[in-house]
């Protein structure tokens, strides 16, 4: 399923405090309190997408902060807008490429929690490399986990899925992967995301993974 139109941005909504750039944050130190205002357990969203996870995320628990990476410009523009429009304190959205994030500017032990949900599958075997689940990524997830940090995985497609149990199986010491049982809707946006509620409402299966870092 392709991406649908976004919405018109209100340009008289400011989007400085939570429109960042992943090349700017590379550039300078990790400083969470300079983000945030504040030191709180830090999760971070890899492919935000609309946003959705970050909104209901935030808003649901308001004593952790997030960071959502989008790479499409205008879904991570979009991401901000819907945050600064309800003047949320504790989520952010930064565009550009979150591997390179991960790899340059998180330090060692810094999150509580890495979420990655529905990646671009890159169907062709030529294009496999470019998919988020990789070993680099995988390794970078351990090292940014905090002990007791969790990483949450859902997608669609069965055979990233399987591939990337066993990239995770081989390649890191997370514990895992834990069933993820799926819940009944309370509500039209009570979905992890935009594509997962697409997904259910074309009664399509989810497959979900998490695993924990001792």
């Not at 989007?15 to 205002?37: E, G, I, M, N």
């Not at 790899?103 to 529905?118: G, K, M, Q, S, T």
């Not at 949450?152 to 899925?161: A, R, S």
């Not at 081989?170 to 834990?178: A, D, E, F, K, N």
Request: with cysteine; glycine share 6%; charged share 30%.
């Amino acid at each position: 399923m392709g991406r649908r139109a976004l919405p018109k941005i209100d340009p008289s909504v400011d989007l400085t405090r939570h429109f960042l750039k992943v090349d700017d944050l590379c550039a300078t130190p990790f400083d969470q309190a300079a983000l945030f205002s504040r030191v709180a357990p830090l999760e971070v969203e890899v492919g935000s997408g609309k946003g959705l996870f970050l909104q209901n995320a935030s808003l649901g628990t308001p004593e952790r902060d997030f960071l959502g990476l989008e790479i499409a410009y205008r879904y991570a523009q979009f991401t901000a807008y819907r945050l600064a429009k309800r003047g949320i304190p504790n989520a952010r959205a930064a565009q550009g490429d979150g591997l390179k994030l991960f790899r340059e500017w998180i330090p060692d032990a810094a999150l509580a929690a890495v979420h990655v949900y529905f990646p671009d599958p890159w169907w062709k075997a030529r294009h496999h490399k470019r998919r988020v689940m990789n070993e680099s990524f995988a390794a970078d997830v351990v090292r940014t986990l905090a002990p007791g940090g969790r990483f949450h995985l859902w997608t669609d497609v069965k055979d990233y899925y399987d591939g990337s149990l066993e990239l995770v199986a081989r390649c890191t010491p997370l514990v895992g992967p834990l069933e993820v049982a799926e819940r009944p809707a309370e509500h039209d946006l009570d979905f992890r995301t935009h594509f997962e509620r697409r997904t259910r409402l074309h009664e399509e299966p989810v497959y979900r993974a998490e695993w924990v870092k001792e």
